[in-house]
């Protein structure tokens, strides 16, 4: 291209435009239905589909076990994954600040194009702007996307009754731990990287062991904590945890020591939540296991008929203490 910086002109729609296109992002993304280069994407499903948009906005942009890039894809996919759905296509809509560097666009294009390959999914259309220096971070990112409902699955609130079990899919705070650390030159080991993660694979393996899952949920912002207090007020069920049960890794828990963290609200990119009947956890405990993405799966707590939209903390002196709902983000620009 001969520019080594994003210039106002990349996004002015003139020749400029036209070789980022050609030879960055093209070459990085190009498919079949992309290069027709039309004002949208013609798709052919079948069946049920789920559709799901998010935004990225995430300090630092490149991080441990990921990138802004990485988290676009993989945050969306997972959302359709979380409705019961397997991701079929992306749109990718990128704002790039001017003075951005050209060679790591290309590295964020980069590791896009390896999450959707790992997640199966195609990017079929997209935009780009370029704003003033200043004015955009960076880059921001916003996908789009399309998925078909697995036959069969039912996921929603409504299905939630007491006695189920509510079971986390690993390790939690990774992802949210990874940024601080960076954000405050904390060293960790090469052990604690985000968990930024495709999980529709995963949730394929769950919906044949337990065919009665009542609802998946992503914890993302606000963690555990947010999504369970969410879940409990739309089923009106008590929700009680286990602090002995709840999988963390002792260096994330050393984050949360050092910086006041409360594990329960730390973002995880790459886990899920899944509250299913007590009959169906062990199958599905068993099948999660021997996926990649759930080796560290755990049964974490029940749903009760107690406490009805409140969720509580069995700690380890045996005291119950109540999980608010996060006031805010303890951590903004998280994803």
Do not use: W
Request: glycine share 12%; hydrophobic share 45%; with cysteine.
């Amino acid at each position: 291209m001969g520019n080594e910086k994003i210039e106002m002109a990349h996004g002015a729609g003139g020749r400029m435009g036209g070789a980022l296109l050609d030879e960055v992002i093209m070459p990085a993304l190009g498919n079949p239905i992309l290069e027709e280069l039309h004002d949208g994407a013609r798709l052919r499903v079948s069946g049920n589909i789920a559709f799901t948009t998010d935004s990225y906005v995430v300090k630092p942009i490149f991080f441990r076990g990921g990138s802004i890039g990485r988290l676009a894809v993989c945050g969306t996919v997972n959302d359709l994954a979380m409705t019961g759905a397997v991701a079929k296509y992306l749109s990718l809509a990128l704002v790039i600040e001017e003075g951005f560097s050209i060679d790591e666009l290309k590295n964020v294009l980069a590791d896009i194009h390896a999450a959707a390959d790992e997640a199966n999914v195609k990017i079929v259309t997209g935009d780009t702007k370029v704003v003033g220096h200043g004015a955009g971070d960076g880059i921001y990112i916003n996908t789009a996307g399309i998925g078909e409902i697995i036959e069969g699955s039912d996921i929603s609130p409504r299905n939630i009754k007491p006695g189920m079990d509510i079971i986390v899919s690993g390790y939690l705070g990774d992802h949210a731990a990874t940024i601080m650390a960076a954000r405050h030159s904390i060293d960790l080991p090469d052990t604690v990287q985000s968990d930024a993660a495709p999980l529709c694979d995963l949730v394929k393996v769950m919906a044949e062991a337990a065919p009665h899952i009542a609802v998946m949920r992503d914890p993302t912002r606000g963690g555990v904590a947010a999504t369970l207090n969410e879940l409990a007020r739309q089923s009106q069920v008590g929700m009680l945890l286990d602090e002995e049960k709840i999988p963390a890794r002792d260096e994330v828990m050393g984050v949360c020591e050092l910086l006041g963290l409360d594990i329960l609200e730390l973002a995880n990119e790459g886990k899920l939540i899944a509250i299913v009947p007590h009959d169906e956890s062990e199958n599905l405990l068993r099948a999660m296991k021997s996926h990649r993405h759930g080796k560290n799966a755990a049964i974490i707590g029940r749903t009760t008929s107690e406490a009805k939209g409140e969720v509580g903390l069995k700690t380890r002196l045996g005291a119950i203490r109540v999980v608010e709902m996060p006031l805010g983000s303890i951590a903004p620009r998280i994803c």
